[in-house]
Each structure stands twice: as structure tokens, then as C-alpha cells.
């Protein structure tokens, strides 16, 4: 056998030329597909002189993506083996998991998940092959003729859309054949693949839902039903994943926002619309007005604009060109009509507004501006509409009307970098206030193809990020050309109590409005330049941060947001007027105290107190009474008793102003 010389992981091998990755990557299970030149590929596939191989391990990103499909791969085998007649969409690797699209004859129920599961089983115990198989249109043609929708992607191949780029996305036409354990084939699919070497390097996997989704997403097309699964690299992982899973549904915003009475979605107004309730409006308040003292304290002015504009305002800003699929429709006013009927004079077109920046921008148009007033800082909690498709919609972290605590900060080149230092500085500080602790930052660099201005100041501002990120002592990671055309940015992701990564403040310099908006001011020699823009949203919206916390906190919000912070409760009947008596006092103190005065036994009261996660149950008996005191039981279930009135006031007032958790 002739030998060939290629690169293994950096090293420069002879092997022989029948020798495959499978072969080479042997001894080490954690490889499971491999790069070769560059290119993700099955282990099995042939090596020629020179190649450059790398081994991808499951728990890579490429490897886990790999793993889902595969598994996705063997779901879409296990189904037709159950029910034969069913019909193959396509099956993309997502995010944790994967999914397939079927056309059944009758529809899945919860029982034939496990019936799939157990079939899926059988077929990874038998640990067979995935063998690559290339294919012309007219033999795939003919061999899928009883897979119209295959045939469909088959004759759609090329820009077949982002998810059935795994059946036909590749440069040739492929389809994978599933070999028994007598090397034949049991079963095939057109795709792309790479694959695992074989089904049996599927560790750990689960079926989770099903689903109702059109033929390759549009309503014009047939309902298919898709099967959603998850894949993992052990069992281990698979049962954390789950977890994780189940402790973020009992944290669901929208779950605990209907059980804590904080907000609703009526549908009346529409989806995508809150309201907030009482509950809820104490949160919020409580939210926005800690954020208007500390803005306050750090310079900034309060501004406000109306929701809705004319048209030309957003032609200014540029969003009517690159953003009006993301607004609402707009509305066509003071139109004028002759007596016939005909159009006397042509109205106006006025928009529902995306974003507040064009009006900061008149704001600071509105009179001639000296360097002296730089740097000027707007603030405004301004309300947005935003027309999101409805299945991207997402309780109130993801709307389609919020308010975002959006400033914009206008300076001089010479003032951005210490600007862009303490804004970042403030921004974390001030989520550490909510009771988000873990972060890092993300910073987004030009895109060399799509930029406005200059490079030198891309440079000049992109440094000044970097600067202020590193400053802070946080892990940065790097966007590379992940900036938008019109200026670099830092995002900050916060880590919740759970884990989950979400994306909170963003810190955007801006090189296009300024210039759009022709804003200048006059410098100390008297010239006129023009001031550099800084968007800043610190919550990204109300409602999003609203919905974060909701979750991080799991709806036991800290006493200082809590829409009830102590509860009176008393032993019985005949204590409900002592007790409310200090709750009185409480209320005078300026704690929001509520006596529990419903017909209820006191086990129930507390009960109801654990549901609605209030921070404080004053409890109190006859030995209280006696002597002026209360008894506290917290949320973990712990009580301390005999607490004199003023002290009891004293605790809670001290833990509301210090903003602890209790
Ligand atoms: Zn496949
Ligand atoms: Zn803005």
C-alpha cells in the first residue's frame, strides 16, 4: 500500500492511503467528525496528499451541530419505521437540539414521541454506518420519487434557504445510506451530512415536543408536523440540560407574571402589547425611578418626544430605508378632499416610532451648541413601537411596544474615550444594583465591506471600547465585523441566576447620524465640527429588564421592588387590630405593608404570602402584643420572634435602602 503525507492537528504524518480520519482519530472517542482543509467532513471520508486534517471533539460547536443532525438523521429513520407512510421535510441542527419536519398521515401524539424514542434506540444500539453516497438530480430524482418534498429541495438546490442547506446546501448532490450490521443498506436521506462515523456515537438523546410548522415556513405551502429533539455528548449533560429546562419554565416571566399579577398580553389590544397591572406597575415604578436618580446624579438631562412623527424625519435618520420592515404601517393624515370625492390636497404620512435617537437629535438642533455644554447627555424613557413578526414574539422581553431608557450622549473626540469610560463603568454598576453580578463584554468591530466614515475613526473609537472594556476587568469577547455599518459597539451579557446568558446594555458610537443630522457645535478656535453620537440603552427596554429580573429572581424580588413588602398576618381574629396597627406604622414609615385581613386561617395567609413571594410576614400573637413586639418569617421559611415595632420598621427600611435580597 502506498504511503500519503498529510497533517494531523498540526503534526506531519505518513499514513497509508487507504488509511480514513476514522482511522487515524481512533483512540480518541471524543472525535467524532473531523476538518479537512478547512472543511468539516465525515471520518470516513478518503485523504490525499496533503491534506489538512483537524480532529473536532462532540463538545465543540461543530461537533454538537453534528451530533444534533445525526440524531435528527436517525429520528427521521426511526419515524418511518413506525409509520410508514410518513413523508420527509428536512432536519437542521438548532440551538440545543434539533428538529424534523414530517407530513404524517394521522398527527403525532405524546405517546408516539416515546414509541420514535424506542425505535431511535434500537437503531444506535445497532451502531450503523452513515456512508456518504454522491448523487446526480435525475438518479436522486428517481430514487426519492416517493419523497416529493425532497424532490422539491432537490430541484430548488442552490439558494435553498438556511435550513435546508443540511439536505442540499453542499456543492454536490449527496445522500446518505445507513448500513445494518450485514454492510447493506437499511435506510437513506438526501443530505449534506457530515455525520457521526455511526449511530452508536449518539450518547444521549430526547425527544421533547411536537409541533405544527409549514412546508419550508410559508403559510401558502402544506402544515407539516415537526418533532423537536436534544442530543448530548453524555447522559450527564442531557439531565442538566433538562433541568435547566424545567427550573427556566418555573421562572417563565410570562407564567410568573400571571401568577404574581404583574401584567397581561389582553388580546383585545393586540399581541405583542402589555398592560401592566398594579403589582407590576410597583415593580416598574420602583425600576425607573432608582434609574432616574442615579442618571441624574451622573449628568444627565431628561427629555421627552411623541410617539408618532412625519415621515421625513425617519427619511433623515435613514431608517425608512434600511428599518421600515420593522415599523408599523403608517398612518395617512390631514388629507384633503374635493366635493367629487378627489384628492384636494395629499396628506401626510406619519409614523409610529422605532427609536428615539432622530428626536434627540432635533432636541440638540434646536439652537446653536458650544463645546462648553459638551458633553450633553438625553435621557428619556421613551416609548417604541416595533411591527416583530409574531413568532418572534416572547412575553415582555421580546414586544412589539416598549420603553426603552434610551440616552444619547453627544461629545467631542477628545472627551469619547473618557466618555466611553465611566458610561461603562455606570452601566455595570448600575445592573450590580439590580442584582445582576456575572458578565462579559462583547465588542463588535467594522465590517470591512459595509462602513460609513472614516477608517481613522473606527480606530480611534473602536481603541476606546477596547479601552473601557478592559478596564473593567471582564472577560471581552471579540465580534470581529460583527459591528452595524455605522459604528463600533460593547454589548454586555449578563449571566441570570440560572445561567442563561442574556444581552443587556449596549454602548454604540455612531459616525452617521451626526453627519445625517448635520449636528455641530462651535470648538474653542470657533470652528464648527461636528460632535460624536453615543447610543446608550442601559436596560435595553423596561419590559425586557422587567422580564429578566422576573426570571433571574424567579418572581421573589428583592424588598426594595417588591410590589408588597410586608405582610401582617395574624395569629388570630382577635390580633387584627394590634397588627394593624403597625402595619399602619409601616405604611407611615413608607413600606409597602399590607394587612392579610381576609376570612382565611393564619396557615392559609401564609401560604398566600409564599405564593405571592412577599419578602416579610409580620406575624402576630398574643405574646407580641404583650410586649409591643412582632414576629418576622422570611421567604426561606425562618423565623425570629419578639422584635420590638421600631426595630422591625428599622430591618425592613435598611434592607429596601441598601437594595439587598433578603
Ligand atoms: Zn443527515
Ligand atoms: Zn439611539
Not at 478518503?46 to 486534517?53: I, K, M
Not at 435525475?138 to 419523497?147: F, R, S, W
Not at 430541484?155 to 446518505?176: H, M
Not at 421592588?561 to 390580633?575: E, H, N, R, S, W
Request: hydrophobic share 35%; proline share 5%; glycine share 8%.
Amino acid at each position: 500500500m502506498s504511503q500519503i503525507s498529510v497533517t494531523v492537528d498540526g503534526k506531519q504524518l505518513s499514513v497509508e492511503a487507504d488509511q480514513r480520519p476514522t482511522h487515524i482519530f481512533a483512540e480518541n472517542k471524543e472525535i467524532v467528525v473531523c476538518k479537512i482543509n478547512g472543511v468539516l467532513k465525515d471520518l470516513w471520508t478518503d485523504l490525499s496528499e496533503g491534506d489538512v486534517v483537524e480532529g473536532v471533539s462532540i463538545s465543540s460547536a461543530d461537533g454538537l451541530a453534528v451530533l444534533s443532525h445525526s440524531t435528527a438523521h436517525v429520528m427521521a429513520q426511526a419515524v418511518q419505521e413506525v409509520y410508514a407512510n410518513t413523508r420527509l421535510g428536512i432536519g437542521p441542527p438548532i440551538k440545543d437540539g434539533f428538529y424534523y419536519d414530517f407530513d404524517p398521515e394521522n398527527t403525532f401524539n405524546p405517546d408516539d414521541l416515546t414509541k420514535i424514542e424506542s425505535a431511535m434506540r434500537k437503531i444506535i444500539k445497532e451502531g450503523q454506518r452513515f456512508r456518504r453516497r454522491v448523487t446526480t438530480e435525475a438518479e436522486a430524482l428517481k430514487e426519492l420519487a416517493h419523497e416529493p418534498y425532497k424532490c422539491e429541495l432537490i430541484g430548488i438546490k442552490g439558494p435553498a434557504g438556511e435550513e435546508a442547506s443540511v439536505e442540499v446546501g453542499g456543492s454536490e448532490l449527496t445522500i446518505y445510506d445507513n448500513l445494518g450490521r450485514d454492510g447493506n443498506p437499511v435506510w437513506s436521506d438526501l443530505c449534506r451530512g457530515p455525520h457521526l462515523p455511526s449511530t452508536k456515537h449518539i450518547p444521549a438523546f430526547k425527544l421533547m415536543r411536537t409541533a405544527a410548522a409549514y412546508w419550508r415556513g410559508s403559510e401558502k405551502n402544506p402544515m407539516l408536523q415537526r418533532i423537536y429533539g436534544t442530543a448530548w455528548p453524555s447522559q450527564d449533560e442531557l439531565n442538566a440540560y433538562l433541568e435547566l429546562l424545567a427550573e427556566a419554565e418555573k421562572r417563565d416571566h410570562r407564567r410568573l407574571g400571571t401568577e404574581l399579577d404583574l401584567f397581561s398580553f389582553p388580546e383585545e389590544i393586540g399581541s405583542g402589547l402589555a398592560v401592566f397591572h398594579p403589582k407590576g406597575g410597583i415593580v416598574r415604578r420602583a425600576m425607573e425611578d432608582y434609574s432616574r436618580i442615579r442618571h441624574e446624579e451622573e449628568g444627565y438631562e431628561f427629555v421627552y418626544s411623541p410617539h408618532i412623527t412625519k415621515a421625513a424625519l425617519f427619511e433623515t435618520s435613514g431608517h425608512l430605508q434600511w428599518y421600515a420592515d420593522g415599523m408599523y404601517p403608517p398612518m395617512i393624515l390631514d388629507e384633503e378632499y374635493n366635493a367629487d370625492g378627489t384628492v384636494k390636497r395629499a396628506g401626510q404620512q406619519y409614523y409610529m416610532k422605532p427609536m428615539n435617537c432622530p428626536f434627540h437629535n432635533l432636541i440638540y438642533k434646536s439652537r446653536g451648541r458650544s463645546y462648553r455644554e459638551l458633553p450633553l447627555r438625553l435621557f428619556e424613557f421613551g416609548t417604541v413601537y416595533r411591527y416583530e413578526k409574531s413568532g418572534v414574539l416572547h412575553g415582555i422581553t421580546r414586544a412589539r411596544g416598549f420603553t426603552q431608557d434610551d440616552a444619547h450622549i453627544y461629545c467631542t473626540k477628545e472627551q469619547m474615550v473618557g466618555e466611553l469610560d465611566s458610561l461603562l463603568t455606570f452601566v455595570l454598576n448600575l445592573l450590580r444594583d439590580y442584582g445582576l453580578n456575572d458578565f462579559y463584554l462583547e465588542l463588535s468591530t467594522k465590517n470591512d465591506e459595509k462602513f460609513v466614515g472614516e477608517d481613522s475613526d473606527w480606530e480611534e473609537a473602536t481603541e476606546a471600547l477596547r479601552k473601557a472594556a478592559t478596564a473593567q476587568n471582564l472577560e471581552l469577547v471579540l465580534d470581529e465585523g460583527g459591528a452595524a455599518f455605522y459604528g463600533p459597539k460593547i454589548s454586555v451579557q449578563a449571566k441570570d441566576a440560572i445561567g442563561r446568558t442574556w444581552q443587556m446594555s449596549t454602548i454604540q458610537v455612531d459616525f452617521q447620524l451626526p453627519q445625517r443630522f448635520e449636528l455641530e457645535f462651535s470648538a474653542t478656535d470657533g470652528t464648527r465640527q461636528r460632535p460624536v453620537m453615543i447610543h446608550r440603552a442601559l436596560f435595553g427596554s423596561i419590559e425586557r429588564f422587567f422580564g429578566v429580573l422576573t426570571e433571574h429572581y424567579s418572581g421573589a424580588f428583592p424588598p426594595w421592588l417588591a410590589p408588597v413588602q410586608a405582610i401582617g398576618i395574624p395569629v388570630a381574629d382577635t390580633f387584627s387590630d394590634y397588627l394593624g396597627d403597625v402595619i399602619k406604622q409601616m405604611r407611615k414609615a413608607g413600606i409597602r405593608a399590607e394587612l392579610d385581613a381576609s376570612d382565611d386561617r393564619m396557615q392559609k395567609k401564609v401560604r398566600n404570602a409564599q405564593m405571592q413571594k412577599i419578602p416579610f410576614m409580620v406575624i402576630a400573637g398574643e405574646e407580641d402584643q404583650k410586649a409591643g413586639a412582632v414576629s418576622f418569617r422570611y421567604r426561606n421559611g425562618e423565623q425570629k420572634n419578639g422584635i420590638p415595632i421600631a426595630d422591625a420598621i428599622a430591618e425592613i427600611k435598611k434592607v429596601v435602602q441598601e437594595r439587598t435580597q433578603v
